[in-house]
T-cell receptor, first 116, second 114 residues
Framework: DTGVSQDPRHKITKRGQNVTFRCDPI?????LYWYRQTLGQGPEFLTY????????KSRLLSDRFSAERPKGSFSTLEIQRTEQGDSAMYLC??????????????FGEGSWLTVV | AQTVTQSQPEMSVQEAETVTLSCTYD???????LFWYKQPPSRQMILVIR??????QNATENRFSVNFQKAAKSFSLKISDSQLGDAAMYFC???????????FGAGTRLTVKP
């Protein structure tokens, strides 16, 4: 399967701990996105990479959140000193950025975080 | 900033019937993309259909079609011959060239009755 993959799918952590999620985009997609989704809501944009460069960051992305895409392939999203309000599903998505379908964004299955 | 509004939190349709889901958006941009995504209970977002704003012709994908009214900033999704597998949350989304990000509506939960 060559879709967007995310790991772990589920994470339960104690408040104050750090967590890291990994995303592997579709091969050769140079754009990578992170979104956050809570129950009953649509996904909210967090950040966007074009290759290894982080080009956009939402104000939702507080100082406790950091995202990287060191080699322009996979990406990590780290949350430090987690709070209960961080409980959500973190969605990764990618797009090729090229051609007529380059702006179509394909999503992974998400990483579900529960902070207890 | 662009906003996307889905005014129908829940919709219901009888199997084999047709249903239309509404979406409106607010933007000052002239070129953009619009999408409908489906999110079943498994929670993976699946692309249903997309529309380029510069195209006047409404997009269609098998049983799914859109009614794109650019001046009214309206983008509704019509599902024909509804099937049980169509039951899911449906999200309307706006993609901005300027920001390279996608904004979603709050979603419409579609129930399909056998």
């Amino acid at each position: 399967d060559t879709g967007v993959s995310q790991d772990p799918r589920h994470k339960i952590t104690k408040r104050g701990q750090n967590v890291t999620f990994r995303c592997d985009p579709i091969s050769e997609h140079n754009r990578l996105y992170w979104y956050r989704q809570t129950l009953g809501q649509g996904p909210e944009f967090l950040t966007y990479f074009q290759n290894e460069a982080q080009l956009e960051k939402s104000r939702l992305l507080s100082d406790r959140f950091s995202a990287e895409r060191p080699k322009g392939s996979f990406s990590t999203l780290e949350i430090q000193r987690t709070e209960q309000g961080d409980s959500a599903m973190y969605l990764c998505a990618s797009s090729s950025g090229q051609g007529s379908s380059g702006n179509t964004i394909y999503f992974g299955e998400g990483s579900w975080l529960t902070v207890v | 900033a662009q906003t996307v509004t889905q005014s129908q939190p829940e919709m219901s349709v009888q199997e084999a019937e047709t249903v239309t889901l509404s979406c409106t958006y607010d933007t000052s941009e002239s070129d953009y993309y619009l999408f409908w995504y489906k999110q079943p209970p498994s929670r993976q977002m699946i692309l249903v259909i997309r529309q380029e704003a510069y195209k006047q012709q409404n997009a269609t994908e098998n049983r799914f079609s859109v009614n794109f009214q650019k001046a009214a900033k309206s983008f509704s999704l019509k599902i024909s011959d509804s099937q049980l597998g169509d039951a899911a949350m449906y999200f309307c989304a706006y993609y901005s060239y300027n920001n390279n990000d996608m904004r979603f509506g709050a979603g419409t939960r579609l129930t399909v009755k056998p």
